[in-house]
């Protein structure tokens, strides 16, 4: 499985490529949301993974153009560092199927692509 990863911080990206190339999937890599949107338009995803706060276009903004274009089905998983009340709800409203809170459990984000897999 394709996976693209967006986050502005690199050690945050690292960790979650190595645990996703450990679990077999194929990772591309974004620093922001408007990386992101760059490389979806050119690479078959079959999951997003967005951080919430990215500079330039944050992961509120990309899922929603996201959902507007090509990758209107594509499941899209919002993580964040600074989850406040209501993170989870707002990323539900701009289009996110998941949301994860960092640090990711490796448990959960195992949970989240079996549920995700299957969706085309």
């Known amino acids: 499985m394709t996976i693209l990863i967006a986050d502005d911080n690199s050690k945050n990206r690292e960790l979650l490529r190595t645990v996703l190339v450990h679990l077999g999937h194929e990772v591309i890599e974004a620093a922001n949301g408007a990386e992101a949107l760059q490389l979806a ?16 276009i944050d992961g509120y ?51 989240e692509l079996a549920r995700w897999s299957t969706v085309k």
């Open 61 to 111: 903004e990309a899922a929603r153009r996201l959902r507007s274009g090509a990758h209107a089905e594509t499941p899209l998983i919002a993580v964040t560092a600074y989850a406040m009340q209501g993170d989870e709800h707002r990323a539900l409203q701009a289009g996110f199927t998941s949301y994860l809170s960092k640090p990711v459990r490796l448990a959960r984000l195992r949970e």
């Open 41 to 56: 338009a050119g690479n078959e995803i079959e999951i997003f993974i967005l951080d919430l706060q990215m500079p330039e």
